[in-house]
């Protein structure tokens, strides 16, 4: 585990580093040049990673059967880019890689100039590291909604719903980012926001209404039916994984009257504070952790705005990331030196780096 977690710690300072320049640096070579190492640093990793993450062996097999509708009905987009890759002959590991890469190209070379930093970082605090490099279709469709969020804030808003749409066609959860986006235009106080967030909630915790949900999500896909048992409260559990995925958002409402200042300052006021009540109701109902990871698009493109707002919050945003990147290695090696489980590391989203070399 400790080898895992050098190479963590030697993504964080290298893409960190070469993202820095691709936002600050005066001239356009080596900003560009950044862009390149930054994303050769995050891919590579990916590239050569075996086996990690729930669905990697079911990905390979589908893959290997080259996506038949009876072993598993996938989303049309994602289908097509395996069977594309199925076709030139690459091998099930190469088309996870294709994936990865198309997944970091995204953020590397498509996010603006002022974002690519802030981004990257925490992209790489949250996502790699607590997800151990579990690219896969959701994570791809983060990436879409990402890029396609900066086009709607820059009020491109055409080539925004494009990707969007190419989102969903890679993980039909996307859509649940549709509404939460339009909505987010609508101008309300304070007093408004926060009684929605409270009828959100409450409408969330009904359990007739989230099977009636179900039942529309099954018509769209007939396998969306099993998502009825995860429809199970869970206990609430506000862990360090918690508090790193709902802190940007959080800060953002603390300095919503400084955000509201700004260009389409209400749309990011409005969609940090649904993606609050989403993470919110997730420790409740198990079945809207689904929607998490799609929707972590909103803090991972706030965050820079929250920079611009109050550099003082930010920075201690930052401190505040990078102190749980350590302690959440250290629970790590306190839990495994007792039990020595070979499993461990799935609840907190850690587990051992795995290379295709070694497979």
């Known amino acids: 585990m400790i080898e ?4 963590y710690i030697y993504i964080l300072i290298f893409a960190g580093f070469f993202a820095y320049i691709a ?7 080596p900003r560009m040049l ?7 640093f995050l891919f590579v990793p ?33 289908v097509f880019i395996g069977r594309v890759c199925h076709f030139i002959g690459l091998s099930p590991e190469m088309f996870i890689a294709v994936i990865a890469g198309i997944t970091i190209a995204l953020i590397c070379f498509y996010i603006p100039r002022n974002h690519i930093f802030t981004v990257v970082v925490f992209y790489i ?10 690219l896969s279709r959701q994570c791809l469709a983060t990436s879409l909604l990402l890029c396609g969020f900066s086009l709607f804030y820059n009020n491109q808003k055409i080539k925004a719903f494009l990707l969007f749409v190419f989102a969903i066609l890679i993980h039909y959860s996307s859509v649940v980012a549709l509404p939460i986006v339009a909505i987010s235009f609508v101008k309300m ?7 929605l967030i409270v009828l959100v909630f409450i409408i969330g915790i009904n359990e007739k209404f989230m099977l009636m949900l179900i039942d529309v999500a099954a018509l ?20 360090i994984t918690n508090i790193i995925m709902a802190l940007p958002s959080a800060l953002i409402l603390l300095n919503s009257k400084k955000i509201l200042r700004q260009n389409n300052g209400t749309l990011i006021v409005n969609a940090n504070a649904f993606f609050l009540i989403l993470l919110t109701m997730s420790y409740l109902m198990a079945i809207l952790s689904r929607f998490i990871t799609v929707l972590f698009f909103i803090p991972l493109f706030s965050i820079q705005i929250l920079y611009n707002a109050n550099r003082r919050y930010a920075q201690l945003c930052h401190l505040f990331l990078i102190g749980c990147f350590i302690m959440l290695f250290l629970r790590y090696i306190e839990h495994h030196s007792v039990t020595k489980s070979q499993s461990f590391g799935i609840g907190f989203g850690i587990s051992p780096y795995i290379s295709i070399f070694n497979k």
């Open 125 to 134: 605090l949250s996502f790699i590291y607590l997800n151990s490099y579990n």
């Open 46 to 78: 990916a590239a050569l990673r075996y086996g990690i993450g729930t669905d990697y062996k079911h990905y390979v097999r589908i893959y290997e059967n080259n996506f038949p509708d009876d072993m598993q009905k996938l989303e049309p987009g994602f």
């Open 23 to 29: 936002q600050y640096d005066k001239n356009a070579m």
């Open 220 to 239: 769209i896909n007939p396998r969306n039916a099993r998502l009825t048992l995860l429809l199970t409260k869970t206990e609430i559990n506000v862990g």
């Open 34 to 40: 950044g862009r390149i190492l930054c994303f050769m």
């Open 189 to 195: 106080n304070s007093f408004l926001r926060f009684g």
């Open 4 to 7: 895992t977690y050098l190479l």
